[in-house]
């Protein structure tokens, strides 16, 4: 079955206690991204990643880390977690067909709900 | 500041009844998708709209992409309770690079029997 899968589902931590929250795919992809979702702000972009070693920036990159070591995983590293990093965290994935208009189906994780307390 | 305004920001309706929800911008969009999300799960992609001025339809749902690729509507015929969940667009902007995707805040839909 095609999926994203991410772990842990659901995490409780302390003010700067290293955390890593995975995310694989099986569908061979390209691209993959990292989004947190907070209440009436939507969901907003982390980091992305165009392929293997290659990663950029979203709009909310502060405080987080991610590499692309290969292809199927794409890891977000909280190196120092602080409460306004709590928040619901997605992961996804889509093929690149490199098509201007972004046309591509972009797959989601079920989500990691994080609390930093 | 959201670069895609969505509204309203709550819709609840009686099943039967028909809603709008729009997305706008003063940025223009390469193209807009729409997804709906369900209470514990990630967004799933209802549709892409490429086209200014383009239309599509997915049963009873049409979306429509507007002529200067700035806006973007979705209305939902003669709604069910199934139809319930959270509507997200998003895109990337024109003058953004392809793997920046915005996305709106979203609009909570309630349908009741």
């Known amino acids: 079955e095609a999926q994203v899968t991410q772990n842990p589902r659901y995490l409780i931590t302390v003010t700067g206690k290293k955390l890593t929250v995975t995310c694989s795919q099986n569908?061979?992809?390209?691209?993959m991204s990292w989004y947190r979702q907070d209440p009436g702000l939507g969901l907003r972009q982390i980091y992305y990643s165009m392929n293997v070693e290659v990663t950029d920036k979203g709009d909310v990159p502060e405080g987080y880390k991610v590499s692309r070591k290969e292809k199927r995983n794409f890891p977000l590293i909280l190196e120092s977690p602080s409460p306004n990093q709590t928040s619901l965290y997605f992961c996804?994935?889509?093929?690149?067909?490199?098509?201007?208009?972004?046309?591509?189906?972009?797959?989601f994780g079920p989500g990691t709900r994080l609390t930093v307390l | 500041t959201q670069l895609l305004e969505q509204s309203p920001q709550f819709l609840s309706i009686q099943e039967g009844e028909n809603l709008t929800v729009y997305c706008n911008s003063s940025?223009?969009?390469?193209?807009l998708q729409w997804y709906r999300q369900e209470p514990g799960e990630g967004p799933v992609l209802l549709v892409t709209v490429v086209t200014g001025g383009e239309v599509k339809k997915l049963k009873r749902l049409t979306f429509q992409f507007g002529d200067a690729r700035k806006d973007s509507s979705l209305h939902i015929t003669a709604a069910q309770p199934g139809d319930t969940g959270l509507y997200l667009c998003?895109?990337?902007?024109?003058?953004?690079?392809?793997?920046?995707?915005?996305f709106g805040a979203g609009t909570q839909v309630v349908v009741t029997p």
């Open positions: 996804a994935s889509s093929e690149q067909t490199g098509s201007l208009r972004r046309t591509d189906t972009q797959y």
């Open positions: 569908m061979n992809h390209e691209y």
């Open positions: 998003a895109g990337p902007p024109i003058t953004d690079s392809w793997g920046k995707l915005q």
């Open positions: 940025s223009v969009f390469s193209s």
